[in-house]
């Protein structure tokens, strides 16, 4: 299934923006995770105020998920570079890091712009980890 089927797919079955895109890292990784697809419920449509964009906020969580930290330790410097490399290229990419600014809360626009979004934030995602040498797959 090529990755814009499985976005549609994802959106058709309920899952919010934020919830795609640890979905689709979770599948790349054949693994379930429920319970964290249900906590990224609640970064959807900008934490349903239009706010900080989901897929936004579903991607830095995305990338957050492939560094692990053991209790005590402090948080792994990889995860920041990593976080604050899609910031950026989301705020140049869209212009803006709110929902509100990018897509209106019409259903109709948000199914016609934003899996477009999601899928070129997910792979730019992929690229960010292959470049600091994290394998999306494990």
Not at 16 to 35: G, I, K, T
Not at 47 to 68: D, I, K, N, P
Not at 107 to 114: A, P, R, T
């Amino acid at each position: 299934m090529e990755l814009s089927e499985r976005i549609m797919e994802l959106i058709q079955n309920g899952y919010h923006c934020s919830q795609v895109m640890m979905q689709l890292s979770l599948d790349l990784r054949e693994r379930e995770e429920p319970f964290t697809i249900r906590a990224l419920g609640a970064l959807g449509g900008g934490m349903f105020a239009q706010r900080t964009c989901g897929t936004l906020t579903g991607g830095v969580a995305m990338l957050s998920s492939y560094f692990e930290r053991a209790e005590g330790e402090s948080e792994p410097t990889g995860y920041r570079e990593c976080g604050a490399e899609l910031v950026e290229w989301f705020a140049l990419q869209w212009g803006s890091l709110d929902c509100r600014d990018i897509v209106t809360f019409e259903i109709e626009e948000i199914l016609k712009v934003c899996p477009g979004i999601m899928e070129q934030t997910f792979l730019k995602c992929i690229e960010i980890l292959e470049a600091h040498g994290i394998d999306p797959t494990q």
